[in-house]
């Protein structure tokens, strides 16, 4: 090979090598649009036809009449407890706690939710599953949390001091009227910090969601597998009317 041929074959393999070079991108700049959604759209007869069938069913699923309701029932109804509340955190205690004592041989001592959990007024009329969708969106299951004496005087204060009425059942609260504990009562009885209890709550709140970081602390768990809006829907179809107000679960006194 001549010398004007091995200088030919060597640039043309540096080129060759250069271009089998991978480039590595760079960012250059972000730039953004607003789309606009079209809603106004006229859906397709084809695709119409298929969903018409299911979208009838749920509709006529949701809104078969379970129970009826004789006045609006509220979260915001009350200081320290209220309609909605109670209504719930009684809901959840009557029908997980069978689920519970079957599988463990124990029973739920009381029930704590969260106010914000509760996100519609149970309207007054005829309430259906939809009425339960409405109040409880959230795909939140109910878990049993064994707590020592430790935490539970950590929850109370965390309730004491508490700006909202969140939910609780089979626990009683009394404070004076600067709202320093007087008593707590759990099933009936004087508050033991020397052993523990079983308090039905959210998959949420146990690991500590709305401040309350005390449910961390649990001993034990054991989840129900039960939603909180199954344990609505179940209720509703067991009953006639629905009855909620507030009472003395949590009292201030004079």
Known sequence: MDLKNKHFVIIATLLLGQSCKESVPKLRNIEGQRIQINYSAIPKDSVENVIAPYRNRINEVLDSVLAYAPKAISKTEGILNSPAGNLM???????????????????????????GSIRSVISQGDITERTAYEVMPFENSIVIAE???????AMVSFLTKSSVAHPISGIQIIVDKNKSLQAVNIQGKPFDE???????TSDYLITGGDKMD???????????DYLIRNTLI?????IDTLKAATDDRFLQIN
């Open 89 to 115: 955190a009684d809901i959840v205690m009557q029908e997980v706690n069978p689920v519970f004592a079957a599988r463990t041989g124990k029973q739920i001592d009381f029930v704590l939710l969260n106010f």
């Open 147 to 153: 707590l020592d004496g430790k935490a539970i005087r």
């Open 194 to 200: 020397n052993r523990t209890y079983y308090v039905a």
């Open 214 to 224: 005390f449910l961390k602390e649990y001993l034990t768990l054991t989840d129900s």
């Open 234 to 238: 179940d209720y509703f179809k067991k």
